[in-house]
């Protein structure tokens, strides 16, 4: 797969779709592009790298922006969005509708950790960003018209988040999965289990995820270089491990407090404290065994 340098501009994977990777978090945005203007996939953690994004879109000559989906509300995807809306006319805001009304609170949550930072070099420019939420929802699938290209932006299930969303742009065989899928040599390719993710549901939203692929497919996660469908596998591969060894360490009677110290995990254990809290919260009370003594 082309390597894509960081913070270089858009680097084109398929026709008429560019892909922009950022050092910030290794995140990525993408644009895609038809006859009727551009559609961008994400716009970065802040109003201030979003408008330095925006410059790279129009330097790509191919139009203008008239549709942002957000994959997701968390703010590295989503802060750039004022950019956006200001730079263009009339964009449509695309995103799950779970997405969108957990948004500002998601948004706000993260400033508060900025302000306990106050060193942090991205902490001021992360606080003075607006919040922009999406009113153009959906709750399984929404398909935007490029005019020449059609574009379809997908729920496949909860995983990473409640309001995940992958886009699909069939005719050049390329899915931009958000955070579902991770790549980040940053996070040694660990996906994000967060305080708000469902790892327990996560690997059957993958499942969709990878019937929409086939072994031509390019795969763009929210955060890394492009994948292909055996990568796809193997991280819902490994995702799956995490689900049932929770499972399997409930059923038994294994408290949450020491689930951590079982032996076999695909992922450090460091990266999995939040799953394995989240996983246990969300199996239903029949899957679990009263704690071993």
């Known amino acids: 797969m082309r390597d894509i340098p ?5 680097v084109e994977v398929a026709d008429r ?3 922009a990777r950022h050092a910030w978090f290794d995140v990525n945005v ?12 994400d716009t970065h953690a802040s109003e ?4 330095t994004v925006l410059e790279q879109v129009r330097a790509l000559g191919a139009g203008a922006v008239v549709a942002v989906v ?8 989503v802060l750039g969005n004022a950019a956006f809306t200001e730079g263009y006319d009339a964009v449509q805001l695309v995103a799950h509708e779970t997405a969108a009304a957990r948004m500002p609170a998601a948004v706000e949550r993260v400033k508060g950790l ?7 070099p991205h902490g001021s420019e992360v606080r003075a960003s607006r919040v922009v939420v999406p009113d153009q929802t959906f709750s399984s699938a929404r398909a935007l018209d490029l005019g020449d290209r059609m574009v379809e932006v997908i729920h496949p299930g909860r ?33 994000g289990f967060g305080a708000d993710s469902f790892p327990m549901e996560w690997p059957g939203s993958l499942d969709l995820v990878i019937q929409l692929l086939d072994e031509e497919s390019v795969v763009v996660p929210g955060h890394g270089l492009p994948v292909d469908k055996d990568f796809v596998q193997d991280q819902r591969g490994a995702i799956g491990m995490v689900a049932e060894t929770i499972r399997d360490l409930a ?13 076999e995990w695909p992922y450090p254990k460091e990266e999995l404290g939040q799953a394995v809290i989240r996983g246990y919260e969300h199996l239903p009370r029949s899957a679990r065994s009263l704690p071993l003594l």
């Open 251 to 263: 059923s038994r009677g294994v408290p949450v407090a020491d689930a951590l110290d079982a032996p």
């Open 30 to 41: 993408t644009v895609v592009g038809g006859d009727r203007g551009l559609l961008v996939v």
């Open 159 to 191: 995983g990473h988040t409640g309001g995940d969303a992958v886009v699909r742009v069939p005719d050049i065989n390329v899915l931009l999965a958000g955070d579902l899928v991770e790549e980040s040599a940053q996070r040694n390719g660990v996906p």
């Open 6 to 10: 960081h913070d270089t501009g858009f």
């Open 70 to 77: 957000n994959t997701h509300e968390h703010f590295d995807h």
């Open 114 to 120: 900025y302000d306990d930072e106050p060193d942090d």
């Open 17 to 19: 779709c560019w892909v």
């Open 48 to 51: 201030q790298a979003a408008w």
